[in-house]
């Protein structure tokens, strides 16, 4: 009784003689399903123009399709005079998890940030000469204020968020010199690390350990495997649902071999946490975040349809389309809380993408992606 098995189910039914002819709904109850991989999609799973496949949410059912997983066997302890919860993550501790987000009842939670309101500036940038507009050759070291930058727990798991002009660059901490106020990054900026007024950006820090003092706040030790939450004065362990995301895709709807997946209906589903961050080297995109994917992926996808869906907790986009996908439509639905934005389509000749093991050229052929976003 999960989605996967539906779909595999689906597939024998279809694969009796006369089966492709008879159209095919799957209701799904009422619920949180947690996925354990990818749900993917192939063209034998696929419809036809008279005889769709539709995944639909039961009558009078809201279920919830999770990249993320459940959080259980807390204890309560203290944290500096505070209320605490912590957890042992083994997964996260052997390397093999790690998440950015934190979810409490449904809404999403803050790591700790300094300064706590505001932002610090840099003060020099280290002697690396000046970039202008040579996007993407920006800085790969600055300088800081006395106090603004420590060696804290686990620095190299600090995030620095830098503002610039209309984008904003993220950076991890390659090497930090107290003493002489300097911090080296794995990557280099995006920008010359100067605003409009030629003044050094600014720049906040996240997911400082020694910051965590301020209820709704959480701390991920990866080195130590252990999560820390600070919960609000009215939550108790009992009534408190806790989700941290774990795939970085939820749903892919993938051609093969030359051959579609169409007409795929999924009606009335929302889906939820996606857990994706940005490789040591890269420190974002100059524009309209086009390096960074959707929780749902259509690739090489012909005439499906998300009708009345919700995608939100997602670090990403909510849905992508690439190239070689044609006529899908997204409508009356609602995208929200997600980390780059709500529908991104064609991107790939940015990202240098590949369809079906072929890089993209202006001489392959390829179908127009014709997609659909509407009351949205």
Do not use: M
Request: overall charge negative.
């Amino acid at each position: 009784a999960t989605l996967a098995g539906a779909r595999d189910a689906t597939r024998r039914l279809r694969a009796q003689p006369g089966g492709l002819c008879c159209p095919v709904t799957v209701q799904i109850a009422a619920g949180v399903y947690e996925l354990d991989e990818t749900l993917r999609f192939e063209p034998r799973d696929g419809g036809t123009d008279a005889c769709p496949v539709r995944y639909v949410a039961a009558p009078g059912a809201a279920p919830v399709i999770s990249g993320g997983r459940r959080l259980t066997g807390w204890r309560e302890t203290d944290h500096n005079g505070l209320r605490c919860w912590c957890v042992d993550l083994p997964e996260v501790a052997a390397g093999n998890w790690n998440f950015t987000r934190l979810y409490v009842n449904d809404a999403p939670r803050l790591r700790p940030r300094l300064p706590k309101a505001g932002f610090h500036r840099f003060t020099g940038l280290a002697g690396y000469p000046e970039t202008g507009d040579r996007w993407c050759q920006g800085p790969d070291r600055a300088e800081f204020a006395a106090g603004e930058i420590r060696q804290w727990h686990n620095w190299q798991d600090v995030e620095l968020v830098s503002y610039q002009l209309w984008f904003d660059t993220h950076h991890r901490f390659k090497a930090i010199d107290e003493a002489a106020r300097t911090v080296q990054f794995y990557a280099k900026s995006l920008g010359s690390l100067k605003d409009e007024r030629g003044e050094f950006a600014r720049y906040f820090v996240e997911n400082v350990f020694e910051a965590l003092d301020t209820p709704g706040q959480w701390y991920l030790d990866r080195a130590a495997g252990r999560l820390c939450y600070l919960p609000l004065p009215d939550e108790r362990l009992e009534t408190t649902v806790i989700v941290a995301p774990r795939l970085s895709e939820l749903l892919r709807l993938q051609g093969e071999a030359g051959e579609r997946v169409g007409h795929l209906h999924f009606e009335n589903l929302t889906f939820a946490h996606q857990q994706w961050e940005l490789p040591l080297s890269c420190s974002g995109y100059i524009q309209a975040a086009w390096g960074v994917p959707g929780a749902i992926i259509l690739e090489g996808a012909e005439r499906c349809v998300f009708y009345g869906c919700t995608v939100t907790h997602v670090n990403g986009y909510g849905i992508e389309v690439l190239a070689g996908s044609t006529e899908n439509v997204v409508a009356a639905g609602a995208i929200h809380d997600a980390g780059a934005g709500g529908v991104k389509i064609g991107h790939e000749s940015c990202r240098y993408a590949t369809v079906q093991g072929t890089a993209l050229r202006e001489d392959v052929a390829l179908p127009a992606l014709a997609t659909t976003v509407a009351d949205c």
